[in-house]
């Protein structure tokens, strides 16, 4: 969590000082995300994320250099492989994946029925698909449609909502009717709980918790992890347009990272030495990726032609020639 | 002899029956067999869980589709009619378009998206639309529409082996129309002809009638339509060969290009509205290609700039016999200004 912590606050000066054209903080969420992201096997499990998933994605082995690629403006979607790492590529639009995510479930339900009739061991433990949204996502028509979707077929997906208080500007009061995304989960016959995301021992339990239901084959759950979203939603946003200074230090609880630090030293399972080292390490490892990021360069024109589809058309074949041919002697 | 509802269905439950990853989800596929039961029998011969209902909700059922394609299925969808695309048009063009892209080519999305298209069944709105050149335009994807029994057949193959995302565009004017269908399993039809049915030939446009004197550029249903305005015009000596597109996209430019070279005249006939339609990125082609020999601009006889209108007044709308000959005499009569 540390590491994230550094390199969500290393990325936001990046951004200050002209490396990333902009980038979408995640400060105080650390927590809801490592935490959740711990709770998958991701040799057969599959992450759907968010914009703002830093913390998901390092949690989940995806490289850093890859991933801050997208904020980079290097490759919408990010440069990781995601069919290896099982973590589908970053997308823009809000709740755009959260039916893929269901029907991927829907997807290790009908494998695991066929590994059954052929009565293969297979059959018992569900790959699980993990959804992240926030607050604001909950809105779109596509979530309904997931949850719906998720509640007739029992697909094993875990709904992971990020509620950290805002959608940009938007309070969740102004954006959930009904008061919390968790209470959704009546109308479709899903399991919700609410959980404190400042907690990451808390949101870890539940998460596990989550995708052991779903992997067992009750079907989906919501998990609404509590968060507070500090500073800006963008590097471009003005948060005190819509919040003071004071607000945020009342609203935001306590900090994750101070929390489970607290935590470690009062259980005796971590000391000051190794908490520091960590620190360390999250540092040098920002560093590494600072460097990772500016060696990373351009990406060859041609990609932007090669990667749309499995099977060329002669058409983008003929268009691909052309602007080689023009670019070459511009 | 089989309907174009019967090729496709013969073809559906041939690929089900080949590849265990095909699946066909919709609104009422199941049971009923869809609305105009395309998918008649299947789940009973394939089971409830390859061939399965879904609730009411296209966006939902695309994104579906997509999650279903990431964990290595072959999902063939189905929106009941073409208006009813829209719903899922955030899913088709931000999210089907794009995985493959996005992920730099480590996920496929081989979703073939059937959609009963175009009108001329006086159905209620929305029940009959022409989105081709809506979904044409999206980056990433590919737009293909039979035009009789065996292209139904042998492009819906096509598709759904395809791993990369096809929207499939049924004219469902046509579904109860019967023709001569060649399947794969009778094996290789002798070729006589251009206008030969082959289940082999899944590329390209196709020259459903040669001629000499105009070409006529159609696709979906108005192929047939076109077939029948060269019979008319072969009684008045005007000789008509007909290309049927096929894919809408990619555009085989080669056929259009050859077609024209020899003709020198060309119409392109569609049922969508004008402006910004599919014909004017044909007559672009064309043009590129055949421009120093078209003895006359190419004419374009479609749909209105009008919300597709009601049953009583389709026959105004759709792209008629007298409009089409019109437009042919229009090529045929063009003087230099
Ligand atoms: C469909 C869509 N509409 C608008 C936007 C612009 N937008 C980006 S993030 C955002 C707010 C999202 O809020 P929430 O889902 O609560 O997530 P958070 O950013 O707070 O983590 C908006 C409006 C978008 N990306 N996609």
Known sequence: MTAVRQLDLAAVAWQRQGILPAYAP????????????????????FAFPTYRELGV???????????????????????????????????????GSVLHAVGWAHGQTLQARAASAQSSPEASALGVAITYLGDGASSQGDVHEAMNFAGVFRAPVVFFVQNNGWAISVPTERQVAGGSVAARGAGYSIPA????????A????????AVAHARAGHG??????????????ATSDDPGRYRTLDEERTDGGADPLLRLRERLLGE?????????????AGAAEAEAVREGVLALGPRPGAEMFDLVFTEPTDELLRQKAAWREESEHA | MLSLQGALNLALDELLAEDPKVLILGEDVGTLGGVFRVTSGLAASHGAERVFDTPLAESGILGMSIGLAMAGFRPVPEVQF???????MNQIVTQLGRIHYRSRGALRVPVTLRVPSFGGIRAPEHHGESLEAVFAHVPGLKVVSPADPQQGYTLLKAAVRMDDPVIFMEPKSRYWQKGEVVTEGAGSPTHDGASSPSPQDVTGARVAREGRHLTLVAWGAMVARCLQVAELAAEDGIDVEVVDLRWLKPIDTETLARSVAKTRRAVVVHEAPLTAGLGAEVAQRITERCF???????????????????????DEYIPNIDRILFGIQRVLEYKRG
């Open chain 1, 57 to 95: 994605a390092r949690a989940a082995g995806v490289d850093m250099v890859e991933y801050m690629s997208t904020h980079l403006a290097t490759w919408h979607g990010g440069f990781w492989d995601a069919a290896a790492t099982h973590v589908a590529p970053i997308q823009a639009v809000v709740a």
């Open chain 1, 220 to 233: 989906p759950v919501i998990v609404e992890a509590m968060t507070y979203r500090r500073g800006p939603h």
């Open chain 1, 26 to 45: 995640e400060l105080g969420q650390e927590a809801a995300q490592v935490a959740s992201a711990l709770a998958l096997d991701l040799s057969r499990d």
């Open chain 1, 202 to 209: 808390a949101v870890l339990e539940a998460t596990r918790r």
């Open chain 1, 268 to 280: 005796g399972i971590a000391d000051e030495a190794e908490l520091e080292a960590a620190d360390a």
């Open chain 2, 292 to 314: 120093g020999t078209l003895k006359a601009p190419v004419e374009r006889v479609t749909g209105f700039d009008v919300p597709y209108p009601s049953g009583d007044l389709e």
């Open chain 2, 82 to 88: 073409d208006g009813f695309a829209y719903p899922a």
């Open chain 1, 193 to 200: 709980l609410q959980v404190d995301g400042n907690d990451a």
